[in-house]
């Protein structure tokens, strides 16, 4: 059984510039999370899918944004970047509906730089 | 709002010594308490978890008890291993809406020979 993947694994770009990150979800789970763990911190929640809709999101402004596709797997964009975006994005997938608030699987994250 | 408090690392320890690293936690309603480790280069895993108060998870040696009187989630071994080192964070899911958690700023555990 596969379990989470994100690629790439680092990433650097520059501020004022888009990326994009790709997270594909261990086999049979349906949700997916994604967080931002900068230097230092814990992870915080950026938002959910759940069956190609969002399901939920933290406290992240609209230039955070999210697809999930009907394989479940899942992009992370972020536009206008900034200096403060430089963090490890992790990506997370549960089984099931989101309300039984299953166990999350972590992927290994990617590692964003903003220069 | 829903926070977790943990305590300030790093730590080290020399094997075989007891490890606690303490978590409190503030939250709305009845969460699920959660202890993730993060070993270097790779994502987190779950460690541990209870569900509801006096519930105690536990694995690979490591325990919490879900302590609702004092809203605590305490990480304890009795004797640590080199293997051990690693960054562990505690973390909270509410129970209420999306399924997504709030982390600790972890603690990173370093074990020496």
């Known amino acids: 059984e596969t379990g989470v993947t994100q690629s790439p694994t680092h990433l650097i770009k520059t501020r004022g510039q888009q990326v994009t990150l790709r997270c594909s979800s261990q086999?049979?789970?349906?949700?997916v999370s994604w967080y931002q763990q900068a230097l230092g911190q814990g992870p915080q929640f950026i938002f959910q899918y759940y069956r190609e809709e969002e399901n939920g999101r933290g406290n992240f402004p609209p230039r955070f944004s999210g697809l999930q596709f009907p394989n479940y797997s899942s992009e992370l964009n972020v536009n206008a970047l900034e200096l403060d975006d430089s963090a490890l994005y992790l990506c997370?997938?549960?089984?099931?509906?989101?309300?039984?608030?299953?166990?999350?699987?972590f992927g290994p994250g990617t590692r964003l730089t903003v220069l | 709002g829903n926070s977790v408090t943990q305590m300030e690392g790093p730590v080290t320890l020399s094997e075989e010594a007891f490890l606690t690293i303490n978590c409190t936690y503030t939250?709305?309603?009845?969460?699920?308490l959660f202890w993730y480790v993060q070993y270097p280069g790779e994502g987190l895993q779950l460690l541990l978890k209870?569900?509801?108060?006096?519930d105690k998870g536990s694995n690979k040696g490591f325990e919490a008890t879900y302590r609702k009187e004092t809203t605590s989630f305490h990480l304890e071994k009795g004797s640590v291993q080199v293997s051990d080192s690693a960054v562990y964070f505690c973390a909270l899911s509410d129970q209420t809406g999306a399924n997504n958690l709030f982390f600790g700023t972890g603690t990173r555990l370093t074990v020496i020979p």
């Open positions: 939250a709305t309603g009845y969460p699920s």
């Open positions: 209870a569900t509801k108060a006096d």
């Open positions: 086999s049979g789970h349906n949700t």
């Open positions: 997370a997938s549960s089984p099931g509906l989101p309300s039984s608030y299953n166990e999350q699987f």
